[in-house]
C-alpha cells in the first residue's frame, strides 16, 4: 500500500520534459564531477564568489554522491531531481511504517498491525503538513523525511545490545541522514531529538537514571564521531563567523518578516489543518507577470471541498491519540520520546499560538536564536509530520483494540475493516489534488533554454579559476526571476539561481552574500556604482575583488520594475573596457581582463597600512584614495580615516539638533597631519534654504566645519546673503543661476544650487502675480547686484598639522527640515486589496495599523531632496506589534535599486545616509514606508522624518596621518614557484629582498587561513583591501598556507570510512554483547 500510493505520486507529478527547479535548488547533475569535488573538499568553499566557509555544510552531502552517481548513470539528467525526491519520499513512507509495525504497534494484533502501519505510513506520505515541505522540495528535507524513521529504529538497535551490526546500521544511518546538515539546524534538530527518544528509552527499559544517560553520551558520542568530518567544520563557523549572516543586508531585511509571518499565521483552524504561513505566500506566475498564491490550487480545493472537515479530523484523532499514550504503559518509554517530539514541534511551528507575545520576543532577543530558527516552520514540520502518523496509529490501534474486544462478529471483524477502509480512502481525498499532478509546484517544472547549456560549454573551455559576476542583480537576497518565451509559451524560473551548479568558475551572485561578509561588502559597493552608473567606481570595484568575467543575462525581470535599459548596462560594461567574448540570444559574456589564466596569489607592489571602518560602505574611499591596503589597529597605522564609514547605509552616532548635524568620533592622541579633500571639480551644488518676509529675501547655504580638541577648519562655502525687495509682494520668482524658486510670503522653501566655482552667483527676482489665465505668472526680473559670496578655495586641499588630538568631529549647521507626518491619509496598498489599515494621530507622532493582510503604506516628498546631493535623514518610531515599520528610498533614476531599511522592534531611530548617484537628477527621491500584517495585528508609530544637508563623500574622505607612524611599504617579494593543491593548500617559495614582504590569496579572509614561513613559524595575518588574506613574511624561503578545517574534516572522514569498515568487518566475525554492564565478544550463532 505505501509503495503503491508512493509511485502513483510520483508517476502523476514528475513531468518528463523538465528540470524540477526553483527556490532552494541544488542541481549535481549539471556537472557531476565539480559537484562531487566542492563536496569532499567543502571545508572551504571556493566558488562561493570570494571564497566562504561552509554555512550550510556542504560537507554533509559526502554521503548522496555514490545515490547522485547511480541516478546520474541510470536517470536522464532532467529527471535526476524528481527520481531523488520522490526516492526519499517512498523511503519515508517505508521507513515510518518499518517503525510502527516492529517497535509502535509490536504489541498489536497481527490482523490489524500491518494494516495500521500502513495507514499511518500513508498519512505520514499525503498530510498536509508533508505536502507544504515537497511541494517547493529542498533536498534536505526530504533526506530527513527519509530517514528520520530509520533513525528511531537504529536507537532501538543499539539500545537494545551493543554490538558491532548494530553500531554498524547506528553509522550507517547517520551517514544516510547526514544530508539533511546542508541546513545544520535542520540534523541538530533531528539528533537532538533522537538522542532525548533514546534516553526516555533506555530510561524506562532500565529503571536507572544514570544507565540512561550513559546510552544517551554513548549515542551522542557515536553521532558526533560520525558527523564529525562536517560538524567540526560547521561548528568552526558557527563560533567564528556566524556573525556574518546576522549582519548580512538579506538577513536584516528578511528575517524579521518571515518569522512574523509564522508568528501571525499560528492560530487554532491552522494548527488543527496543518495549513501554515505559506498558505498565504505567493510566487511569480510569468504568464500574468504578478504574484499570486503558491498553494492556490490547494486553497481552492480546501475551500470548495469537506477536505478541510477531515484534515481536522484526523488531526483531532492524533491528538486523542496522545492522550492515550499518555497511559499507555505497554509502549514504555518510547512513548515519552514520540510525547516530547510531538509536543516541542508543535510549540515551535505554532508559537504564536501557544506561547504570549513577551515569551516569544524574549526567547528572540538573541540574534543568534534569531538567525537559527527564524523560519522553526521549515525545522520542525517534518519531525512533527512523523509524530502526528505515530499518534494517529496510536488512535487506531486503540480504536481497533476496543471494536476487536467485541463479541459480535460485525463489531469484531467486520466494523475494524470498514472504519480502516474508509480511513485509506479519507486520506486519499484530502490529499487527491496529489493524485492531480499538485504535489509539487507546477511553476517549479521548468524547462532550461538551450543557451545556458552552451554557455556552460563555453566557460569550461575557460581558465577554472577565473572569477564571474552575475548581472543584473535585483535583489540583495539574491532571489532572481528569468522569464524565458519560446514561441508562444512564456515560462520561467524563481529562486536562489542555477549558474554555479552548470560551469567550474566562483560565481558572484547575491545569495551568496549571506553567508560570508566580503561578498556582502562587494555587493554594497556593486549596488551602488550601478545605481549611480559610475564607470570609475565599476572599474574600480571589479578590480579590488578580482572579477575577470561578468554575464549579463537579459532573462532576468524585475517583479516590481519590470522594465530594465538593457542597453545602459551593456554601455556601461563597454565603458570599462570588457570585451564581449561570447553572446547567445539573451546571454553575453564579456572578459576584462584578457582571459589569460590568473595569478591566484597577491604580491602588491606597494601597501598602505591604515585604520579605517570599511565594512559594507557603499563606496570605499580609502581603495579610491590609497590603492592597496591593510587594515590594522590605528595605534599601528600611518593613516586614520576617521569617517570612512559616512557611505554606509546608516550612520549611527550623527546627532541631530535643530540647526544641524555633528559626528565625533575618538582616536589615538597624538600629532597629526589633517588632510580634506577639495571639491575636484570645476562645479559644485549646496542646498540653500530661501525665506521671503517682510520685504527681504534671504538665502541661508549649509556651513561644515571639522574639528579636533584645540583646532577649527570651516570648509570652504557660500556666504548667507539678505536681499530687500521694493514692492509687498505675495509671492515671488527667485532666479539663482537662471534656476527658478518661488516663494510666498512668510514661506521657506529649500532648493538645490549649482555654480562654477571661478563665476559669481547671479541672482534676480520678480513679483509672482495672477495673470489673465488664473495661472501665476512672474513679472520683469530685476538683478540684485551684491558682493561675490563664492569662497575660491572650494577646490584646494586642506592640510594642516593638529596636536594633541583624542576627538575629531565634523558639524554642519543648517536648519533641520522635518516632514509632516499628519498630512498623510491611511492607504492600504495590499495587492489584491485585503486586510484594513488605519491611522490616528497623537502627540508624539502617528500611528500607523494593519489588519488582516493589510499594508499600511505612507510617503512624504521632499521636492528639493534629489539623489544628486548628499543628505542624512533621520527616522524615529517605534514597533508595537508585528514586524516594525519598513522604510524604501527609491533614487527614481533608470536601473536604479531602491534602498530598504527596516525598523527594530521597541523604539528605534535610524540615521540614514542618502548618497548621491547622479550629477544632475531631474526627480526628487520618493520616500515610502509600509506596516504590513502578516494574517493580525501590526501597529507602528512614526515620530519623526528629519533631513539635514551633508557631504557624506568629501567629509569620508578626511584623513589623520601620524606625524610619526609607519609609511605605506615598498615589498619587495620575488616568487620563484607557487603551487595549489586543490583548495585549501599552496606551497610558495620566495625571495624577500629586503625587510618584511608580503603574499596573499585572492580569497575571502578567515582566521583559519593560516600561513608558516620559512622558520615554520606562523606567519603574521592581515586583511588585505577589507576582504582578502595577506601574511607578512621576514626572509627567503618557503611558505605553506593552508585552510586548517579543511584538513580537520579530511582526516575525520578518513577516520569515519575506516571505522566503518571495521565494523563491516567485525559484523561477519564476532558479536558484541552486554554482560553485566561490560561488552564481551564471542562468535556469532
Known sequence: MVVSVALVIAFQNVDVHTYFSGWDNVHPEFNLPQYAYRTLFGAWLEFQGLGAPAAQSHLADIPRLPILLLL?????????????????????????????????????????????????????????????QFYIAFEMFTIQFAFFPFLLLSVHAVSKIIYAKSILIFFLVQLLIAPSAHQPTVFYIGALFSLFYAFFLN????????????????????????????????????????????????????????????????????????????????????????????????????????????????????LVGLLWAIFDREKGGKRWGILLIYSFSALCIWLGLFFPSAIIDFIYRDKSIQEALRNPVTKFTIIYSFAVSVLLSQFYEVIMGILSGKKSFILSRMLPIIVLGISFALVVYISWPSFKDDFLNKK????????????????????????????????????????????????????????????????????????VETNDFFYHELRH?????????????????????????????????????????????ASIEAKVVWRKDFLTVYDRTGG????????????????????????????????????????????????????????????????GVRIKRRVPMGDYVLKIPGLGTDYYKTLAAVSFRDRRIQIVFPKTQVWTNNTEVILPQLRD??????????????????????????????????????????????????????????????????????????????????????????????PIISADLRGNPAENCSFPNKGTVANSY?????????DGFGVNCGSYNFDFLRPDYGYLMRISGKNFQGRSVKFFINYNTPNSLPEEYLGLSGDFSMNLALLPIATDAQNPYSINWETRSFGKLAKNELNEIRVAPFDLEKLSQIQLQ???????????????RADKFYNFLYLINADCRSGKCLVGIDQSYDSLWLALGPDLKLSPHYRYNNWANMWEVDRSGGVLIVYVPEVVSLVCLVLVLTVSFVLIGKTGVVEAVSSRGRAVFKQPR
Open 721 to 814: 546673503l539678505s536681499v530687500n525687495v521694493d514692492g509687498d509682494y505675495d509671492a515671488i520668482t527667485l532666479w539663482v543661476n537662471r534656476k527658478p524658486i518661488r516663494v510666498n510670503n512668510n514661506q521657506v522653501v529649500y532648493s538645490l544650487v549649482q555654480a562654477n566655482v571661478s563665476e559669481p552667483i547671479q541672482l534676480s527676482y520678480a513679483e509672482l502675480s495672477q495673470g489673465q489665465n488664473g495661472q501665476l505668472v512672474s513679472n520683469e526680473a530685476k538683478k540684485v547686484n551684491f558682493p561675490d559670496i563664492v569662497d575660491r578655495s572650494w577646490n584646494e586641499e586642506i592640510t594642516l598639522s593638529v596636536s594633541g588630538v583624542t576627538n575629531i568631529g565634523v558639524e554642519t549647521n543648517f
Open 203 to 318: 530510561f524506562f527499559v532500565k529503571k536507572n537514571l544514570l544507565s540512561a544517560l550513559k546510552m544517551t553520551l554513548f549515542l551522542c558520542l557515536l553521532t558526533f564521531f560520525a558527523n564529525s568530518y562536517w560538524i567540526i567544520p560547521n561548528l568552526y563557523y558557527l563560533y567564528q563567523d556566524s556573525r556574518y549572516v546576522i549582519e548580512s543586508r538579506a538577513n536584516v531585511l528578511f528575517g524579521p518578516e518571515s518569522l512574523w509571518s509564522i508568528r501571525e499565521a499560528a492560530d487554532l483552524p491552522s494548527f488543527l489543518t496543518g495549513a501554515h504561513y505559506i498558505f498565504s505566500w505567493k510566487d511569480f506566475n510569468f504568464s500574468a507577470l504578478q504574484p499570486e498564491y503558491i498553494f492556490d490550487t490547494w486553497r481552492n480545493y480546501l475551500a470548495s471541498s469537506s477536505a478541510a472537515f477531515f484534515i481536522v479530523l484526523f488531526n483531532i484523532f492524533s
Open 72 to 132: 546520474k548513470l541510470l536517470v536522464p539528467d532532467n529527471l535526476n531531481r524528481y527520481v531523488f525526491v520522490f526516492l526519499m519520499f517512498l523511503i519515508g513512507g517505508v521507513g515510518t511504517f518499518l517503525y510502527l509495525q516492529k517497535v509502535w504497534l509490536k504489541n498489536t494484533r497481527d490482523a490489524y498491525r500491518d494494516w495500521i502501519a500502513s495507514l499511518g505510513a500513508v498519512y505520514y506520505l499525503l498530510n498536509l503538513v508533508t505536502l507544504q
Open 444 to 515: 517549479l517544472k521548468v524547462a532550461f533554454p538551450s543557451e545556458y547549456a552552451e554557455m556552460y560549454s563555453y566557460l569550461k573551455s575557460r581558465p577554472a579559476n577565473l572569477r564571474v559576476l552575475e548581472l543584473p542583480f535585483f535583489s540583495q537576497a539574491g532571489w532572481g526571476y528569468h522569464k524565458w518565451l519560446s514561441g508562444n509559451e512564456i515560462s520561467g524560473h524563481q529562486g536562489m539561481g542555477f549558474y554555479w551548479f552548470g560551469f567550474p568558475q566562483p560565481l558572484i551572485t547575491p545569495d551568496f552574500a549571506r553567508w
Open 842 to 850: 497623537i502627540k508624539s507622532g502617528t500611528i500607523y495599523e494593519a
Open 529 to 573: 556604482a550601478l545605481n549611480s552608473q559610475n564607470s570609475g567606481q565599476l572599474r574600480s570595484i571589479l578590480t579590488k575583488y578580482n572579477i575577470d568575467l561578468v554575464i549579463v543575462d537579459e532573462s532576468a525581470i524585475n517583479q516590481y520594475n519590470k522594465y530594465y535599459d538593457y542597453q545602459s548596462l551593456h554601455q556601461l560594461l
Open 962 to 976: 601620524k606625524v610619526e607612524g609607519r609609511t605605506p611599504e615598498k615589498n619587495t617579494l620575488m616568487v620563484n
Open 596 to 659: 589569460v589564466k590568473r595569478d591566484e596569489l597577491i604580491v602588491p607592489a606597494k601597501i598602505d597600512f591604515v585604520s579605517a571602518k570599511t565594512d559594507r560602505v557603499r563606496r570605499d574611499f580609502v581603495s579610491e584614495d590609497v590603492g592597496e591596503y591593510i587594515n590594522v589597529p590605528e595605534r599601528q597605522v600611518n593613516t586614520i580615516f576617521p569617517f570612512s564609514d559616512l557611505t554606509s547605509l546608516q550612520v549611527s552616532d550623527a546627532v541631530f539638533e535643530n540647526d
